[in-house]
């Protein structure tokens, strides 16, 4: 199971980092990527990261203010956000992703986290 962690309330511009965690058993993933969920509004792409090199890949919309890294020793994805918008608000997720070829659809992803949510005021 995944845990995201670190949302919050925060004003425009500010930063915030977010974790996750996998509890219990190894979570088998070749990408672990960052979902949100904007109230109203379908689940959207954020970032990924695949496992084993580390390359990413960013939404347009977040590209140069989010940054996802992991931690291989403590099973660990983080995402941190600067230049926080309004637009930002939402409810993220991460998710993990078994099979070795990229992708940005949500479909893709076989395991969820709860979500955290994230609160940009303006």
């Known amino acids: 199971q995944l845990q995201a962690s670190g949302g919050g309330l925060v004003q425009a511009g500010g930063s915030l980092t977010l974790s996750c965690a996998a509890s219990?058993?190894?979570?088998?993933?070749?990408?672990m990527g960052w979902f949100r969920q904007a109230p109203g509004k379908g689940r959207e792409f954020v970032a990924a990261?695949?496992?084993?090199?580390?390359?990413?890949s960013y939404a347009d919309s977040v590209k140069g203010r989010f940054t996802v890294s992991r931690d291989i020793a403590k099973n660990t994805v983080t995402l941190r956000m600067i230049s926080l918008e309004p637009e930002d608000t939402a409810v993220y997720y991460c998710?993990?992703?078994?099979?070795?070829?990229?992708?940005?659809?949500?479909?893709?992803?076989?395991?969820w986290g709860q979500g955290t949510v994230v609160t940009v005021s303006s």
């Open positions: 990261i695949r496992w084993s090199s580390g390359s990413t």
């Open positions: 998710a993990a992703k078994s099979s070795a070829h990229y992708s940005n659809s949500a479909r893709d992803y076989n395991y």
């Open positions: 219990g058993r190894t979570i088998p993933s070749a990408y």
